[in-house]
């Protein structure tokens, strides 16, 4: 297989992966509140996605190390299409739970899964090989997709109502692991190890996992950051809807308008991630990356200000359009810093560290909101966010510099 064909299949499934949750991302949290449930409670819900998700995320990724990447992702393919059917019929507050429990278990899966199998399998290929242009026109694709699947949804509440939307989420879900199943092979070795050699085989890549973090300094920088994104993106996902609603004053009824914004805060991802090579190369990846950072951290922590929907809408754009271009650098700094051994192992422990930003969001930015207002939440989220990138770039530097003179 070619780079190229290699790359085009890693960019149809990122779309397709991110797909059905961009059908019913503009209404994640509408939902449950058109059904009954407080903001609150709302918050309580997603802790329990996030919590799942802490759980599960880096027994996943070893699993996938050890059984292979193309099984754990047919099985989060699938928990994902359940978790929409379950969140369809939801009404009450233990049948939302339940339902997000099934999405977190889905992305825990598929979470390294992806990512890892690329790397590696463009390794193979070339072992040099660059990982910036695969990596953001993944992430670009992830973007359009999502915007796709939002606009979709937008429209299909707009005509048949939230459940249609669930339930068309789970087709897309059923498509991406028909894809799946297409499109990604690996060695039969690394997924058919006898029985007797999974505990040594756990072992190793555990072990790896933990030296490597131990001893690269971008692979703590990305941990660290993992955890501040997860918080202030959470602070966005958690408080954006009920904001824009009361804008609106449409008390959350304009399904139009949700996906619209949605749409267009997906293809501004995808417009940041596009210009993040270009974005790296000018000036070179850490700087670049601490900028993309401070920019979203910026226009997070600005989104209580505007008391109008267009306003705020256009704080909300450049947001994204801050986490666009800092994801592609984000995971080139890890993969760049790991081996194939563990490669799906740290991919997961990043996705740790940001669910347990998100939990830590979910359960006090709910409530810092509903006590003293979403402007305070967002503009100590996104102080967060800017504090952690200054520290991130100043490791970097410092660690660039203590390596040069061995370089030489």
């Known amino acids: 297989m070619s780079h190229g064909r290699l790359t085009r299949h890693f960019v149809v499934l990122r779309a397709l992966r991110w797909l059905p949750v ?42 996938a190390d050890v059984v292979g990447r193309r099984r754990v992702l047919l099985v989060g393919a699938a928990l994902t299409a359940l978790s929409m059917l379950a969140f369809a019929a939801a009404s009450d507050v233990a049948a939302f739970c339940g339902a997000v429990a099934l999405l ?11 990512e890892a199998w690329y790397v590696d ?18 992430t670009a694709a992830e973007g359009v997709a999502m915007a796709f699947g939002a606009l979709a949804g937008g429209a299909i509440v707009a005509t048949s109502g939230y459940s249609a939307a669930l339930l068309a989420g789970a087709g897309a879900a059923l498509i991406y692991l028909v894809a799946v199943a297409l499109l990604v092979h690996e060695p039969r070795s690394s997924g058919d190890h006898p029985s007797g050699a999974i505990r040594l085989r756990t072992r190793e890549v555990l072990m790896t996992a933990r030296r490597e973090a131990a001893e690269s ?9 993992g955890l501040a994104f997860g918080v202030s993106m959470s602070a966005v996902e958690l408080l954006w809807q009920p904001r824009l609603a009361g804008l609106l004053h449409s008390g959350g009824a304009s399904g139009v308008a949700f996906g619209a914004l949605t749409a267009a805060s997906m293809l501004a991802v995808a417009l940041g991630a596009a210009s993040s090579p270009r974005l790296s190369r000018r000036l070179g990846l850490t700087r670049a990356y601490v900028l993309a950072m401070v920019v979203a951290a910026l226009f997070v922590a600005l989104l209580g200000a505007p008391g109008s929907p267009l306003a705020f809408a256009a704080l909300y754009l450049f947001a994204y359009l801050g986490f666009g271009a800092a994801e592609p650098m984000h995971y080139e700094l890890l993969n760049d810093a790991v081996g194939p051994t563990a490669r799906a192992t740290l991919i997961s ?16 930015i709910g409530a810092l909101a509903a006590a003293h207002g979403a402007s305070l939440a967002w503009a100590v989220a996104g102080a967060l966010l800017a504090l ?21």
């Open 349 to 364: 422990a990043e996705s740790l560290a940001a669910q347990g930003g998100a939990l830590v969001a979910n359960l006090s």
């Open 217 to 225: 300094v971008a692979v703590k920088v990305v941990l660290f950051t």
């Open 104 to 114: 977190a278990a889905g992305r825990a899966l598929i979470s390294g899964s992806l």
């Open 388 to 408: 952690i990138a200054l520290a991130a770039g100043t490791a970097l530097r410092r660690a660039a510099r203590a390596a040069s003179p061995a370089a030489r």
């Open 22 to 63: 961009g059908v019913v991302l503009p209404f994640l949290v509408i939902i449950p509140q058109a059904r009954g449930l407080s903001l609150g409670a709302i918050g309580v819900v997603f802790a329990v996605h996030s919590a799942v998700a802490l759980t599960l995320e880096l027994p996943s990724g070893a699993l």
């Open 121 to 138: 399998a463009l390794r193979l290929l070339d072992p040099v090989a660059p990982l910036a242009r695969g990596l953001s026109r993944g």
